[in-house]
């Protein structure tokens, strides 16, 4: 009768060492500050479109002209003159 009891007693206090283990754990996954989040890629540029030929190009390289954009200076002359 005592050797149960005593096997009892071990499952028992195995149960409660590790339900104490897990908790433990959780708390310190809790704790634990998260990884910083990867930066975000740089917005895409804006592209416009040529008027004389159609080519699309970044709005920072395009020529500006009366009508609209255009992909070079030449492009231009041709379109407006
Ligand atoms: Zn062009």
Known sequence: MFKWLLVLAVVVL??????HQRQ?????RA????PPAPP???APA???????CGVHLPAADAVRGALGPYCSHEH??????
């Open 14 to 19: 195995g149960y409660v060492w590790w339900r």
């Open 24 to 28: 433990a754990e959780a708390a310190e």
């Open 31 to 34: 704790a634990r500050p998260r």
């Open 40 to 42: 975000s890629a740089p």
């Open 46 to 52: 804006p592209m416009l479109r040529c008027r004389h």
């Open 76 to 81: 231009r002359r041709l379109a407006e003159g």
